[in-house]
């Protein structure tokens, strides 16, 4: 079994020369072969160990007989102990979670404010790989569940992943270790401890090497995925048109020219790269197909707070924005007011004669002030707000969609404009009822500035 777990180490590139190594031990057999086997093999490789135990205040006396195992084991063999204590079942319910859930993210928590840098070393063996499996099978999961639990995620190493429960009992009495037996394993309340005590020994009476299969099935799943992956990230940047934090834009015909299988991981990186992934099922990727065959202005509300929408040939996916409130603004001649809702500064000034001033934060347009003869206002649109043009008036709701302006939008762009007639609609257009021309003899010069956060 050493042999095996070093070969693993290799293959999967756990362990540079020189590093630390956070072990999780819970005083088990998995966790107290794993110790002895790295820290076998640290002195060789220059790493520096530190056991982790965590104690979750659920099974008393034996719990504390645990933690007192692991500390004694650790002293004798000269490694560092730390052992940190949960009340796992006060912050089961703070958390809202079940006591197994919330015990597993405490674990990390704690391995992780030991790792410094380095990495974590956890027992999970091929029997808690082919429980996993049959548990995620079960509950239907896709290729990317099927994978199991992986050698190697982000800092965490399995060494013993392709070792038996058996093999690592073994492995403990050859080299005389003693361990923990931990009463809960044995009790089938848990469905993983069901699985593990009654199905997988039942599968194995019928297929004797099935725990070998699963495993093997696992690494199979996991280099399509790998595949998979690849091919769907080529895809994404392909259909990618803008990326922003709280927005992610794709090309929708490209979308819908792509098989439902491949479209799915698309969207779903869209949806990571908005870390908006979890709670995200099978019946949202049926809601956003539908949407993508449908005209252009539908939206769809999906959880953690992820709005869908067609919008002229692009595909939106959008964190929900607080909604910005309709404002209504006087505006003073001859000064300037900053309107907060549009982290705007707007300035009139009156002249006789036409001048306009340029710069990379302000935009200036200049109206005739005798044609407008009424007080201005910077607000949002209104109920039969009208625009000016060439051939007439039109409704300002007509103009917005021709330019293809996204539905939420239109409700909180700035418009320079009287009670009941537009002048200005900002970074669009102006009104061509109010230009200056060779009769106009007082000029007004509306500037706007952009608010500049420091």
């Known amino acids: 079994m050493q ?4 070969q693993t180490m290799e293959k999967y590139h756990m362990c540079a020369q020189g590093c630390h190594i956070v072990v999780g031990v819970s005083g088990g057999a998995d966790s107290i072969a794993l110790l002895h086997l790295l820290n076998g093999f640290a002195g060789e490789l220059g790493w520096s160990i530190t056991a982790v135990h965590v104690h979750h205040g659920l099974r008393g006396e034996e719990a504390d007989g645990d933690s007192a195992f692991v500390q004694n084991i650790c002293h004798n063999w000269g490694i560092p102990c730390k052992v940190y204590y949960f009340d796992v079942a006060k912050e089961a319910i703070a958390r809202g979670l079940g006591t197994e859930e919330a015990g597993r993210l405490l674990r990390y928590e704690a391995f992780e404010r ?26 239907g ?5 099927l994978t199991g639990i992986r ?18 009992e073994q492995y403990c009495q050859e080299k005389g270790l003693s361990y923990c037996e931990d009463s809960t394993n044995r009790e089938n ?11 997988l020994p039942l599968l194995e009476e019928i297929y004797p090497k099935a725990m070998e299969h699963i495993a093997q099935t696992a ?34 015909e490209c ?8 479209r799915k991981r698309v969207l779903a990186m869209a949806f990571e790269a908005l870390e908006g992934k979890k709670d995200i099922g099978s019946v949202h990727y049926k809601l956003l197909a539908n949407l993508l065959g449908q005209i252009s202005g539908k939206s769809l509300h999906l959880p953690n707070n992820i709005i869908a929408e067609l919008s002229y040939g692009s595909f939106i996916l959008k964190k929900e924005r607080e909604k910005i409130k309709d404002f209504f603004y006087l505006l003073p001649l001859n000064g300037e007011i900053f309107v907060p809702e549009a982290k705007l500064f707007v300035g009139t000034y009156l002249c006789t004669e036409k001048r306009t001033q340029k710069s990379q934060d302000s935009c200036t347009k200049v109206f005739d002030y005798d044609k407008i003869g009424c007080a201005l206002f910077c607000r ?3 109920n039969g707000d009208r625009l000016a043009i060439k051939n007439g008036r039109k409704k300002l709701k007509d103009f917005l969609i021709d330019k293809k302006i996204p539905r939420e939008q239109r409700d909180s762009m700035p418009l320079i404009a009287t009670e009941d007639d537009v002048l200005w609609v900002v970074n669009q257009r102006v009104s061509a009822a109010y230009q200056p021309d060779e009769n106009t003899k007082n000029f007004l010069i509306v500037q706007i500035r952009r608010f500049i956060e420091e």
Not at 3 to 6: G, L, S
Not at 189 to 199: D, F, K, P
């Open 151 to 168: 050698p190697v995620r982000d800092s965490i190493i399995r060494p013993l992943l392709f070792c038996s429960r058996k093999e690592i």
């Open 189 to 199: 309340i848990y469905t993983r401890n069901r699985i593990r005590n009654q199905v």
């Open 3 to 6: 042999n095996k777990v070093w």
């Open 114 to 139: 030991e790792r410094q840098g380095g990495l974590i070393a956890v027992a999970h063996n091929k029997n808690d790989q082919s429980e996993t499996i049959l548990m995620r099978l079960c509950r």
């Open 255 to 262: 979308l819908k020219g792509m098989h439902r299988v491949m």
């Open 219 to 252: 690494e199979i799943m996991a280099e399509e995925e790998e595949f998979l992956q690849e091919q769907a990230r080529s895809l994404f940047i392909k259909t990618l048109k803008k990326s922003q934090e709280d927005e992610i834009v794709l090309d929708a």
């Open 380 to 382: 949002t649109r209104q």
């Open 141 to 145: 999961a896709g290729v990317s569940g």
